[in-house]
């Protein structure tokens, strides 16, 4: 089983839709949740920490689900621009390294 | 410019050959990391220093691979006797240590192709 699962996708949803991706972790002892930005043939950055509490940053929603070991990322209001792959990582607690799920691929349509 | 620069950013070479990647993290960032990345999947961890420290490595980190950070800044990753299987592309990121929840910053990376 691999520690950080997504649905590799792709969701395709027209511009103005909300569209939600889920992650499952494995490792309990997982401390740090992140949800990271790939666009097609350039690095990871950074999207947004996920707190325990759940955060919003925009049009973006994270939350996390410690009992479950789930993350979600929702995205309201679809832009054509959103269309990447959206990576879910976490980091394991007393490591600096990060695990990254296979990514969910997105393509937002006119 | 100042984020994570990779060099080169595209490297052919020939099976058997060895290669070097150099990274230069974000000046005030001490902590320095490398992945890999192949199509389809998530950036997989190789190594990471703090300052010149090679603190934690990858079972993915065989004998052929070696990383070094010499005076806590720049790093470079060697790949000895390439085989096919190492075509991917490769990734480094630093973070600042100060940061409690810090995400990292990426530099664009080094695709590498064996032939």
């Known amino acids: 089983r691999k520690e950080v699962e997504q649905d590799p996708g792709p969701f395709n949803v027209p511009e103005g839709a909300t569209v939600a991706f889920n992650c499952t972790y494995s490792?309990?002892?997982?401390?740090?949740f992140f949800w990271y930005r790939q666009d097609c043939r350039k690095e990871p950055k950074l999207l947004m920490s996920?707190?325990?509490s759940g955060n919003e940053d925009g049009r973006f929603t994270a939350q996390l689900n410690r009992a479950s070991q789930y993350i979600s990322l929702l995205i309201r209001d679809s832009k054509l621009s959103d269309s990447a792959t959206y990576l879910c990582?976490?980091?394991?607690?007393?490591?600096?390294?990060?695990?990254f799920g296979s990514g969910t691929r997105l393509q937002v349509q006119p | 410019d100042t984020g994570v620069s990779q060099n080169p950013r595209h490297k052919i070479t020939k099976r058997g050959q060895n290669v070097t990647f150099r990274c230069d993290p974000i000046s005030e960032h001490n902590r320095l990391y490398w992945y890999r990345q192949t199509l389809g999947q998530g950036p997989e961890f190789l190594t990471y220093f703090q300052n010149e420290a090679q603190l934690e490595k990858s079972r993915l980190l065989s004998d052929r691979f070696s990383a070094e950070r010499p005076k806590g800044s720049f790093s470079t990753l060697e790949i000895q006797r390439t085989e096919q299987g190492d075509s991917a592309m490769y990734l480094c990121?630093?973070?600042?240590?100060?940061?409690?929840?810090?995400?990292?910053?990426f530099g664009s990376g080094t695709r590498l192709t064996v032939v």
């Open positions: 996920v707190y325990s």
């Open positions: 990582v976490v980091r394991d607690t007393g490591r600096r390294a990060l695990t």
């Open positions: 490792n309990s002892a997982s401390q740090s």
């Open positions: 990121a630093s973070s600042l240590a100060l940061e409690a929840t810090e995400g990292y910053t």
